[in-house]
């Protein structure tokens, strides 16, 4: 139908509305059968899911499956279980309405197996936490438990639910499970007691005895074999091939763990499973009086012990019975036939009674927790309603009856909601069209259950009608009061054919479904469910828990009559009906293709008369009848909009107007649609097929400009992430910055005013106002003075201090010329040493005294100014030890003539001598030395100031040196006279003998010149020498 289908999906018509022959029984039951020939097992009819029972395993309902119908919309896959569980699920999201999903057909046609994958979607799809994996858990287990106890192999199918189940699945409002509840319906206790042939009783008997280990089945006190037990083979087929009740146990064990069954309960609940079959091999015997005894008297007493009560009193109490007659009580024997009757309403009355509890015990189990069911007032719920089927058997006893009353009412519910509601829409939508005739059901229901003239009250009056009662009386007042009706016929009433194949125990009821012959005998019985009162009793004392649970000590003590069976059926069913009318119902129609349960065999018989009897053609020409198809005209719009350009890719006026042009562009004629107020109805499948058609071929196109709006989206998502995050990135790494900066010009702030403050108080003791202040100005001052340290020791320059730092500056100065000095000291050389020390002699002797010093200071002294070589060997060798330490060139001055004479001044350690060429003419002792005198201008004279006494002396020496200064220092040196030199500023007197006196003048000249001058006076001129 719509989107990509596979070759194979498009076998027939996946939708029974797209037929061109939709009147035709044939081409439908042909479309049902060439899907079900491809294993297409499931058909919509519209809405409704036609689902054909494939009996065997198909791979279409892996978890891939389900995945692939999540979220998808119904119509744009194969049809399937899952698209109606999904969708279900989100009309219930979507819509937050209560939903149920009604699943019906005859019995074995598929409904359990449809509910099982219902739920196992659910479980598996829906969003879950832990408590919800448990629960979902529980949901699923909660299957093979019901199923062991309330389903039986039947001839219809092997796995027949024998009762009705309604179960709730709670959904909190994010669709997570969260809860469960399960109602069941009348479940067929005659099973307990008795089959029919090739039917077995309840699962768990067998699958006890099959899978239950020797030391299980010794405290049951059972043997394996089921054939010991009378209670399982009265069908006559104890074991079939088709089902494992080894493994099955096995399932059932697990599964009530999981469910949360402690192993006292379980121990507890198959006591009574064994009981049961206890009861039914308890065997009677009938004395010569009529008086009924017990003959198996271990099996009595084995039920007794495992049903927990004393085993005299069942025994009193299956053979007797209390009556209550005018207010007294007596105790009346049974004969044979009430005593088997009684064991077997025991035996029924335990099993009915522990499998309600059973489903109790699985209700406390799935209930919501105390904490979510408070957390959940948006819950919403979908009900699974999976009842027995259809059922016409040989032998169409009570149980029957309430089957397909139920049936029934279920088609009415059909009914109701389906056909009429479909007629209705067309109403509502304002369509013009002719009402489709379909069999209403509801004659039959009010046959069945109108109050008082309905069967079930004419039942429940016979019960209680004092006097002779039985069931013939029953038929007959049947005959009397619904007698007349179209659907009631019995054996007096039916025409000569229909007698020929009726008993005259029997009614037939013409049901929606087909005719079935109900044979009245048991019905009494099987209505009252009357359980012996002493029976009761002992049941009350019982101590396994499940049984005094079961039987409530009210019960005896209550002398009001229980509702009768059928009523409490009817009853229970009103119910259900309420609770189904108030949900949206989703519907799966099963159908059974064959009655041997095999696999590929389409009986076209059988199909048709389930076809019929389901009315799938009524609800198909109803669908049809107007229009094959409809859908709103949001979802109409949406799908075919690129279809037309004025509706692509937005229309954004009204819908009605949209699909207008939306058909109109497509050139849908007047005839094939119409326009509701909603919806539009469009009548030929064929016109849906060309729409389709066309969007397969625009699909393309479409698909390129979603991906071209896609990449565009994802691209700009990209962008815009990215941009984002780079403003994100920038505004905080802006922040962080302006944070700093203000944290900086905080601080700066501080600093400053600090500063100020310090600057403002700098006068005071160093205290916190002033402290930084301080600091700031000793670190300057020390940083300043890093950088401006003298380099030299005669570089004298000092930073000025602040005041608060001259005495520490005056001690680093100190300390920093201490340094250098030191420094500069371990650089110079031992001659350079001397020389300084020379030169600092000479500074202390002539500084500042004699005008030539200044000239000297730049020259260095030499250790002599006559080589070796110059000094005559004769005179060296008279010096003999003495080394001449310095030599210079002199000239000599007659003390009295002033006779210029050249001499070499050669100074030792000890003395000087004046030499003549070869020979010594005057030793000078140092001594003896009485002092040196130089004039203090700039000329070379010096007089050596000798010793009077000395009469070797011949009196002071007058001098002229070119080194003056050099001269002068090296002598007083090696003399150690330095304080003997004299420093004359005008005129030096010398001794020119003991008694006589010299006198050198000195005057300022342009030159150097010595002369006699005046009164007899050395006059000497000296030059003006400059500093440099
Ligand atoms: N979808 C399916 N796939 C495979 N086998 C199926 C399917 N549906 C049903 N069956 C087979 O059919 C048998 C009968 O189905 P199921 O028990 O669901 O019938 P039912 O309608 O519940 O009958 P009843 O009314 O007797 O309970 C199953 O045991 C199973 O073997
Ligand atoms: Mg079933």
């Known amino acids: 139908m719509e989107s990509a289908l596979t070759a194979r999906d498009r076998v027939g018509v996946q939708d029974f509305v797209l037929l061109e022959n939709y009147n035709s029984e044939a081409t439908f039951i042909e479309n049902l059968r060439r899907r079900f020939r491809e294993n297409l097992i499931y058909t919509y009819i519209g809405s409704v899911l036609v689902s054909v029972n494939p009996y065997k395993e198909l791979e279409i309902y892996s978890k891939q499956q389900m995945e692939r119908y999540?979220?998808?919309?119904?119509?744009?896959?194969?049809?399937?279980?899952?698209?109606?569980?999904?969708?279900?699920?989100?009309?219930?999201?979507?819509?937050?309405?209560?939903?149920?999903?009604?699943?019906?057909?005859?019995?074995?046609?598929?409904?359990?197996?449809?509910?099982?994958?219902?739920?196992?979607?659910?479980?598996?799809?829906?969003?879950?936490?832990?408590?919800?994996?448990?629960?979902?858990?529980?949901?699923?287990?909660?299957?093979?438990?019901?199923?062991?106890?309330?389903?039986?192999?039947?001839?219809?199918?092997?796995?027949?639910?024998?009762?009705?189940?309604?179960?709730?699945?709670?959904?909190?409002?994010?669709?997570a499970t969260m809860g469960g509840h399960i109602l069941n319906y009348l479940l067929e206790k005659s099973r307990v007691v008795h089959q029919n042939h090739g039917e077995r009783n309840f699962h768990i008997f067998y699958q006890l005895l099959d899978g239950g280990d020797d030391d299980l089945?010794?405290?049951?006190?059972?043997?394996?074999?089921?054939?010991?037990?009378?209670?399982?083979?009265?069908?006559?087929?104890?074991?079939?091939?088709?089902?494992?009740?080894?493994?099955?146990?096995?399932?059932?064990?697990?599964?009530?763990?999981?469910?949360?069954?402690?192993?006292?309960?379980?121990?507890?609940?198959?006591?009574?499973?064994?009981?049961?079959?206890?009861?039914?091999?308890?065997?009677?015997?009938?004395?010569?009086?009529?008086?009924?005894y017990?003959?198996?008297?271990?099996?009595?007493?084995?039920?007794?012990?495992?049903?927990?009560?004393?085993?005299?009193?069942?025994?009193?109490?299956?053979?007797?019975?209390?009556?209550?007659?005018?207010?007294?009580?007596?105790?009346?024997?049974?004969?044979?036939?009430?005593?088997?009757?009684?064991?077997?309403?025991?035996?029924?009355?335990?099993?009915?009674?522990?499998?309600?509890?059973?489903?109790?015990?699985?209700?406390?189990?799935?209930?919501?927790?105390?904490?979510?069911?408070?957390?959940s007032k948006d819950a919403s719920v979908i009900g699974l309603l999976d009842i027995y089927g259809f059922e016409v058997l040989q032998h169409n006893s009570f149980e029957q009856f309430c089957i397909n009353y139920c049936n029934e009412?279920?088609?009415?519910?059909?009914?109701?909601?389906?056909?009429?509601?479909?007629?209705?829409?067309?109403?509502?939508?304002?369509?013009?069209?002719?009402?489709?005739?379909?069999?209403?059901?509801?004659?039959?229901?009010?046959?069945?259950?109108?109050?008082?003239?309905?069967?079930?009250?004419?039942?429940?009056?016979?019960?209680?009608?004092?006097?002779?009662?039985?069931?013939?009386?029953?038929?007959?007042?049947?005959?009397?009061?619904?007698g007349g009706h179209p659907h009631f016929i019995t054996h007096k009433l039916a025409n000569g054919k229909t007698r020929r194949v009726m008993s005259r125990e029997e009614f037939r009821l013409l049901h929606y479904a087909g005719e079935v012959n109900y044979n009245v005998n048991g019905f009494l019985d099987k209505n009252n469910d009357l359980?012996?009162?002493?029976?009761?009793?002992?049941?009350?004392?019982?101590?396994?828990?499940?049984?005094?649970?079961?039987?409530?000590?009210?019960?005896?003590?209550?002398?009001?009559?229980?509702?009768?069976a059928a009523s409490q059926f009817k009853n229970s069913l009103m119910k259900l009906m309420e609770i189904l009318m108030s949900k949206e119902p989703s519907y799966v129609r099963c159908i059974k293709p064959n009655d041997t349960k095999q696999p590929g065999r389409f009986d076209e018989v059988l199909v048709r008369h389930q076809v019929k009897y389901l009315g799938l053609m009524e609800n198909l020409r109803v669908r049809r009848a107007g229009f094959a198809y409809r859908r709103r005209f949001e979802a109409f719009l949406q799908r075919y909009k690129p279809l037309c350009p004025e509706t692509w890719p937005n229309w954004n006026g009204k819908l009605a107007d949209g699909v207008s042009a939306l058909v109109n562009h497509l050139g849908y004629k007047p005839e094939e649609y119409k326009l509701g107020r909603s919806k539009i109805f469009i009548r030929f499948p064929k016109t849906l097929f060309a729409t389709e058609d066309a969007l397969e071929a625009k699909k393309p196109e479409i698909a390129l400009t979603l991906q071209k709006s896609w990449r565009g989206y994802r691209e700009r998502a990209n962008y815009q992430r990215i941009r984002h995050a780079v403003i994100v990135i920038q505004s905080g790494w802006r922040g962080m910055k302006a944070r700093r900066r203000a944290k900086r010009r905080r601080e700066a702030a501080q600093l400053i005013r600090r500063f100020i403050k310090g600057f403002i108080c700098r006068?005071?003791?160093?205290?916190?106002?002033?402290?930084?202040?301080?600091?700031?100005?000793?670190?300057?001052?020390?940083?300043?003075?890093?950088?401006?340290?003298?380099?030299?020791?005669?570089?004298?320059?000092?930073?000025?201090?602040?005041?608060?730092?001259?005495?520490?500056?005056?001690?680093?100065?100190?300390?920093?010329?201490?340094?250098?000095?030191?420094?500069?000291?371990?650089?110079?050389?031992?001659?350079?040493?001397?020389?300084?020390?020379?030169?600092?002699?000479?500074?202390?002797?002539?500084?500042?005294?004699?005008?030539?010093?200044?000239?000297?200071?730049?020259r260095l002294f030499l250790d002599t100014r006559l080589e070796r070589e110059q000094i005559s060997l004769k005179v060296l060798q008279t010096l003999g030890s003495e080394k001449v330490q310095y030599g210079v060139a002199v000239i000599k001055y007659d003390r009295r003539g002033f006779k210029p004479r050249p001499r070499q001044l050669l100074l030792t350690n000890s003395f000087a001598v004046l030499v003549d060429r070869t020979k010594i003419k005057q030793r000078l002792d140092y001594a003896a030395l009485r002092g040196v005198s130089v004039s203090s201008l700039c000329d070379g004279m010096v007089v050596l100031h000798m010793p009077w006494e000395d009469n070797k002396q011949k009196g002071d020496a007058v001098l002229h040196c070119s080194h003056v200064i050099e001269l002068v220092t090296k002598l007083a040196m090696?003399?150690?006279?330095?304080?003997?030199?004299?420093?004359n500023p005008g005129c030096i007197r010398f001794g020119v003998s003991r008694t006589k006196e010299g006198i050198i003048d000195f005057v300022r000249g342009s030159e150097l010149k010595v002369a006699k001058g005046k009164r007899g006076h050395l006059l000497v001129t000296a030059p003006q020498i400059s500093a440099t």
């Open 294 to 375: 017990i003959i198996t008297e271990t099996q009595l007493s084995n039920a007794a012990k495992l049903l927990g009560v004393d085993g005299s009193a069942l025994k009193e109490a299956l053979t007797h019975k209390k009556l209550t007659a005018k207010g007294e009580e007596m105790i009346s024997p049974l004969n044979f036939e009430q005593a088997v009757s009684a064991r077997d309403a025991l035996a029924k009355a335990v099993y009915g009674r522990t499998f309600n509890w059973l489903v109790e015990k699985i209700n406390q189990s799935l209930a919501l927790k105390e904490e979510i069911y408070h957390s």
């Open 409 to 482: 009412k279920l088609q009415q519910l059909f009914i109701e909601l389906t056909l009429r509601s479909e007629q209705e829409e067309y109403e509502t939508e304002g369509i013009a069209w002719e009402t489709v005739q379909y069999f209403d059901n509801k004659i039959i229901c009010d046959l069945i259950e109108e109050k008082h003239k309905g069967i079930i009250s004419i039942l429940d009056e016979e019960c209680l009608r004092p006097g002779e009662t039985c069931d013939i009386s029953f038929l007959e007042k049947l005959e009397d009061i619904v």
């Open 974 to 983: 090696m003399a150690s006279k330095t304080n003997y030199v004299n420093i």
């Open 531 to 564: 359980l012996n009162r002493n029976l009761k009793e002992v049941m009350c004392q019982s101590e396994n828990q499940i049984l005094s649970h079961c039987f409530r000590r009210e019960e005896v003590i209550d002398q009001k009559r229980p509702e009768m």
């Open 70 to 175: 999540r979220g998808v919309s119904f119509y744009e896959i194969s049809p399937h279980i899952y698209a109606i569980s999904d969708n279900t699920y989100r009309a219930m999201r979507t819509e937050r309405r209560d939903q149920c999903i009604l699943i019906s057909g005859e019995s074995g046609a598929g409904k359990t197996e449809a509910s099982k994958k219902i739920l196992l979607y659910f479980a598996v799809t829906c969003p879950t936490n832990n408590h919800m994996v448990t629960l979902g858990d529980r949901l699923l287990q909660s299957n093979p438990v019901l199923e062991a106890f309330g389903n039986a192999k039947t001839l219809r199918n092997d796995n027949s639910s024998r009762f009705g189940k309604y179960m709730d699945i709670q959904f909190d409002f994010k669709g």
């Open 217 to 292: 089945l010794n405290t049951l006190n059972l043997e394996r074999n089921p054939h010991s037990y009378r209670y399982l083979v009265k069908g006559s087929c104890a074991r079939v091939s088709s089902i494992s009740d080894k493994n099955n146990w096995r399932v059932v064990r697990k599964a009530l763990d999981v469910i949360g069954f402690t192993a006292e309960e379980v121990q507890k609940l198959l006591n009574i499973i064994a009981s049961v079959l206890h009861l039914g091999n308890t065997l009677f015997g009938e004395g010569e009086e009529g008086e009924t």
């Open 763 to 858: 006068h005071e003791e160093y205290c916190d106002d002033n402290d930084y202040f301080l600091d700031h100005v000793r670190c300057s001052f020390l940083k300043h003075l890093r950088k401006n340290l003298p380099r030299s020791v005669l570089d004298k320059s000092w930073p000025t201090p602040p005041a608060l730092l001259v005495e520490a500056s005056e001690h680093l100065q100190m300390l920093h010329m201490r340094n250098m000095v030191i420094k500069y000291c371990r650089r110079v050389q031992p001659e350079w040493k001397k020389q300084m020390m020379q030169k600092v002699v000479a500074s202390e002797i002539f500084k500042d005294q004699k005008g030539s010093y200044p000239h000297s200071v730049g």
